[in-house]
């Protein structure tokens, strides 16, 4: 059961979607803030939540999570109310800044009776990301705190933040650490010469990632996500605000403007974002972004979809279990749900979220919070929409305002060396009301090798666009088994969407005939799903009207279901429709239709999709009536 949170009545005449205002948004975060009070240490300097285990930095850098990233949402608070501070959240937090500071210069000379310092900051060493959240609520509430601060105090903590721009970051997202504390220090004029080398040193890293359009990769070749809102666009959006600086804000607004036209067509009408990527438990992180484009005036949505989306994403995850018993933030997405969490992760990292209250720092006059509630892009009209940059296909649907991601781009691999699968980026799809099994094969092509499936691996896009009233993305990729690639095995795929309804195709070459295959559709959750398989065509409908299909167009030869009996990020337990088929020539094509919805009443039936192949073309009839030719894409 959701923990009930003590808020407001509703406004639906302002906020006719949602019920929330800036008074919700007030009274979320004054109880976030407030539960952690009982878990707060000596000093305040460490906040040590309860938790299953620490993250692989240690208890000591967790307690440091746990101040650095409360902190944020304290003087996003105190700030978003002009220094208005009843009950004394910055007295509290620069306590904890004077004694955390106290550290020795080696962490060896660290004691294990300390229950104060923060330690040092290493290359690669998880306080080097703390240390960018501290700097960012001193940099808000400089006039409340850091201005009011004895000098030695002063001194101190600029030393230990300064240690951050001479340390070497890992090679991605973290490279905007360093520069948001070099923005803090440069501003109080604190080892001024490295906070602008650091700063400068961020901005020229994230640039060579930058695939156009708004998206960025982070670091890693393909490693498309999350990520791209909550820290990519964030940081530097956020140090172009506080810096006010035009320059910045200008190249870099006009990004995040691009970049929000997509994103905003990501979220779910019932706020939900799609589940994709990794550090899932940040939730409504999710939000951040969308208030950093209103924070700077270079968003292309209108003030009532800003906070449309931002209050539907906050209210999804409160409604749905996010928080535990004692009001605390939980390491999964409604609920816990280890699968989804990665090893850096401590208790108290689920306070990212905390940049998802950035909609405060806007004034109560601002339109964000005075102009009535506006549609989002998912509740407007069925749209697919392609994004070449990422190389993803975004279907959505208003029926049921369920929102697809066809994934053709993201795969989280680096350069060097590949790694295994990883679910939350490799999957075909991913949506905002399904999640990853964990080993049910869930939109998943694969070729079966003494039964085991291969991987994906690298992907390679191929592009994404409109045809024919359709929209569509392809990419190519070299199974691999066991690590290694399939000699001479290219697998080229293609997903067409139009409407509720989306085509899959794959083209198999250099595969042996006789050769299996296998294709997972969408994991559906439900205790006791309804679930049917006639030949070549299996349903599933589960928890919450949910539905899906899949059922063989070409090559195929046989459907099967599959629990998944661990379930996903969604429920306990989830079940999977399947098609199976054999390779049959040196160049084989396997096509499907399938379906994920939650429309109410009767739709046209899946059956009424046809396509044919000749010549290295294929020809959809929707159910519509609707026709898309298009040739089958090459291996890259």
Known sequence: MPHPLPLPPEDRALSPHTGWTRAHWEAAADHLLAALRPYAGPANALINLPGARPSWSGPRSDGLEGYARTFLLAAIRVAGADGDDPTGLLERYAEGLAAGTRTPTAERDLSDGDLTSWGVITDRGQPMVEAASVA??????????WDRLDPAVQE??????????????????????????????????????????????????????????????????????????????????LHAHLAADPALTARYGSRLHAYLADYS??????????????????????????????????????????????????????????????????????????????????PASPYWASGGFLGLLLPPDHPVWTAPETPSPAETADAVTPLPAPGWLIQSTAADGLVRLHNHGSDDQPADAPVADNPLYSRLAHSTRTGPSTAAGDNHFALLLDGEPTERGPITPLGAGLLDACGWAASSHRPRHQGAELPGVAVTSLTLAHGLDEVRVHVVRGAAPGATVREGGWAVTGA????????????????????????????????????????????STATVPHLHGTVGSTAAVFASAARLTAAAGPLAPLTALNLAVADESLTVTWPDGTTTTCALPPTA
């Open 528 to 571: 006791a799903p309804a679930v049917s398989s006639n030949g070549v065509h299996a349903a599933i409908t589960g928890d919450d009207h949910l539905r899906t299909e899949l059922r063989a167009l070409h090559g195929w030869t046989a459907a099967t279901t599959t629990p998944a009996p661990d379930g996903t990020a969604f429920g």
């Open 156 to 237: 101190r903590a600029g030393a230990w933040l300064a240690q951050a721009l001479h340390r070497r970051p890992v090679d991605n997202n973290w490279w905007l650490f360093p520069f948001t504390v070099g923005g803090f220090l440069a501003e109080v004029g604190i080892d001024a010469d490295a906070a602008n080398a650091a700063v400068d040193r961020g901005l020229e890293r994230i640039d060579r990632w930058y695939l156009g359009d708004g998206w960025y990769t982070d670091g890693r070749p393909r490693a498309i996500d999350h990520y791209n809102g909550w820290a990519l666009h964030l940081y530097p959006a």
């Open 136 to 145: 960012i609520g001193l940099r808000l509430t400089r006039r409340w705190l």
């Open 265 to 346: 067509r990501l979220f779910d009408h019932n706020g939900a974002p799609v589940h994709q990527g990794r550090s899932l438990s940040y939730r409504f992180a999710a939000a951040a972004p969308l208030w950093a484009g209103a924070l700077l005036g270079t968003t292309p949505l209108d003030p009532g979809a800003t906070r449309r989306l931002t209050s539907g994403a906050l209210r999804y995850f409160l409604d749905r279990g996010a928080l535990d018993e004692h009001g605390l933030l939980t390491l999964g997405w409604h609920g816990p749900y280890p699968p989804i969490v990665q090893p850096y992760s401590g």
